[in-house]
C-alpha cells in the first residue's frame, strides 16, 4: 500500500517531498522498486514494527506519517493493534505533525460478532478515534 502513496507523493509539483520508507527488507525488489522511483529523494529506513527503538529512530525529523499495518506477517489480530499503536505512540513522542493511518471497518462490530475477518478486525484498533 505504501508504493502509491510514494507515488503519488513524488509525482507531486508544488512540493519537493523527500520520503522516508519504513521496510522489514532493504533487499527486497519492493524496496528496491521504491528506490528506483524516488531518484534520491526516497530513503530506505530498515526496521521492524515490533521494534519500538527501530520506529522511534524512523520517525525522527519528519512532518508525516502513512502507516500501513502488516496482518499477514504474523495473522495476529492482536500482534497488529500493538504495532499500529506502538507507530501512533512513536509519532506523538516524535511531534510529527501529521498522521495517517490505513485502517478497515471491524466487520466482527459491525456485524455483533456475526462475521469476524481478522485482517479487517485488527485494523479498527481505536486509532481512528483518537
Same mark, same amino acid.
Given at each position: 500500500? +505504501?508504493?502509491?502513496?510514494?507515488k503519488q507523493l513524488l509525482s507531486d509539483s508544488r512540493n =519537493?517531498?523527500?520520503?522516508?520508507?519504513?521496510?522489514? =527488507?532493504?533487499?527486497?525488489?519492493?524496496?528496491k522498486q521504491l528506490m528506483e522511483l524516488g531518484q534520491g529523494r526516497v530513503n530506505l529506513f530498515q526496521g521492524d514494527l515490533n521494534d519500538a527503538c527501530s520506529i522511534t529512530a524512523a520517525m525522527q525529523d519528519i512532518y508525516g506519517? *502513512?502507516? =500501513?499495518t502488516? *496482518?499477514?506477517?504474523?495473522?495476529?489480530v492482536v500482534i497488529e493493534r500493538e504495532q499500529g499503536l506502538r507507530v501512533l505512540e512513536s509519532a506523538k513522542n516524535a511531534n510529527v505533525q501529521h498522521f495517517v493511518y490505513s485502517s478497515l471497518e471491524s466487520c466482527a462490530y459491525?456485524?455483533? +460478532?456475526?462475521i469476524p475477518v481478522a485482517h479487517f478486525d485488527s485494523k479498527d484498533c481505536g486509532l481512528n478515534k483518537i
Amino acid at each position: 500500500m +505504501g508504493r502509491p502513496i510514494v507515488k503519488q507523493l513524488l509525482s507531486d509539483s508544488r512540493n =519537493n517531498w523527500r520520503i522516508r520508507a519504513f521496510t522489514r =527488507n532493504l533487499s527486497s525488489s519492493q524496496a528496491k522498486q521504491l528506490m528506483e522511483l524516488g531518484q534520491g529523494r526516497v530513503n530506505l529506513f530498515q526496521g521492524d514494527l515490533n521494534d519500538a527503538c527501530s520506529i522511534t529512530a524512523a520517525m525522527q525529523d519528519i512532518y508525516g506519517v *502513512f502507516c =500501513n499495518t502488516d *496482518f499477514w506477517s504474523s495473522c495476529s489480530v492482536v500482534i497488529e493493534r500493538e504495532q499500529g499503536l506502538r507507530v501512533l505512540e512513536s509519532a506523538k513522542n516524535a511531534n510529527v505533525q501529521h498522521f495517517v493511518y490505513s485502517s478497515l471497518e471491524s466487520c466482527a462490530y459491525i456485524s455483533e +460478532g456475526k462475521i469476524p475477518v481478522a485482517h479487517f478486525d485488527s485494523k479498527d484498533c481505536g486509532l481512528n478515534k483518537i
